[in-house]
């Protein structure tokens, strides 16, 4: 320790600092942490004190020299701007640099400190301190990644999760929900629209019967087209909608907050899509239609029992039609 006094009081007196500018803390602490000290004077950014921690930063004696002479301009730039802001403040400023040399990066804490001039003047010299933060950065880094790594490895298994339940409540052919869904959507539907006073739609659908070449083909072209009309009733509905299939030919859609019009504009659209398109096996376009029936709570029914064979009871006329046609239940009028 005396030595490292005598060393203080040395610089202080060779700079012209203030008694207490710089004391024996400031060079115990340098050796404590194995960090580089430098002071610099201001006007030029030149060295005129370092410590051998410093010079082997450097790579060679750093007196004398500025941070031009053994950094890049880009670097030295940065280090001249940090110095300048902290030679106008009264307390230690601390700033963050990465120093690239040589093919190496390594990144530094600068703790800088405006050293008090002797005469009260304004001061000359400016006290650095360099801490070595490379391999904290680089833990902390690998920390970083560990965790987006774990982050998405929980989002991968909590999306299998939620596929692996949604593939058991749908249909493996068509892709959509099945009865026992179809039956809790709707009655979560009649209670909310109960509740809140809102109308919503049920439409019954069902698959006309398939012409005899398409059923000559065999069960692939079944398959080809219980596929194709899946597509189109998934792709026809909402994310707060439900389309399900009830049975082997019988599918229901529940459409959520909408009126008995806009549905049936909504179906008479599908109608016209299942009738266009075009399902092909081994070079031959199969075809179908559908019947649709739709119905809507409260207008043509006030209970879940009601809606059920409003909707059914339209699907059986638009098949008593021909197939391939939307049919509308009929409201009720209550007397008052």
């Known amino acids: 320790m005396p030595a490292r006094v005598d060393n203080a009081r040395a610089l202080t007196a060779s700079l012209g600092l203030a008694p207490q500018a710089l004391g024996a803390l400031v060079f115990t602490l340098a050796d404590r942490l194995d960090a580089p000290l430098a002071i610099k004077e201001i006007a030029s950014g030149r060295y005129v004190y370092a410590n051998s921690r410093m010079d082997t930063l450097v790579g060679r004696t750093a007196d004398g020299l500025t941070d031009e002479d053994w950094l890049d301009p880009g670097q030295a730039a940065t280090l001249r701007t940090a110095d300048q802001s902290a030679m106008v403040q009264t307390l230690p400023q601390v700033s963050e640099h990465r120093i690239e040399r040589k093919g190496g990066r390594r990144e530094f804490s600068v703790t800088r400190q405006a050293l008090a001039a002797q005469d009260g003047g304004a001061p000359r010299y400016l006290c650095c301190l360099w801490l070595d933060q490379t391999t904290q950065r680089q833990h902390e880094t690998q920390l970083q990644l560990a965790l987006q790594q774990l982050e998405q490895q929980q989002q991968a298994s909590e999306a299998f999760r939620r596929e692996m339940q949604d593939q058991g409540l749908r249909d493996t052919v068509t892709g959509l929900y099945q009865r026992a869904h179809f039956d809790d959507q709707l009655r979560r539907e009649v209670d909310l629209s109960s509740r809140e006073h809102r109308e919503f739609a049920l439409v019954s659908v069902a698959l006309d019967p398939l012409a005899d070449d398409v059923k000559a083909a065999g069960p692939e072209a079944r398959q080809r087209v219980l596929e ?51 399902v092909m096996l081994n070079g031959r376009d199969l075809g179908f239609t559908v019947s649709m029936g739709v119905a809507s709570f409260p207008h043509t029914a006030h209970t879940q029992e009601e809606l059920l064979n409003a909707a059914d009871a339209a699907l059986a006329e638009a098949r008593r039609r021909g197939g391939n046609h939307v049919t509308l239940a009929s409201i009720r009028f209550e007397m008052s």
């Open 228 to 278: 194709a009309l899946g597509r189109l009733l998934r792709s026809n509905t909402r994310a707060m909608d439900a389309s399900c299939r009830l049975e082997e030919d019988l599918f229901a859609v529940l459409l959520s907050g909408v009126g008995l019009a806009t549905a049936h504009a909504r179906m008479e659209g599908l109608r016209r899509q299942c009738a266009t398109q075009i």
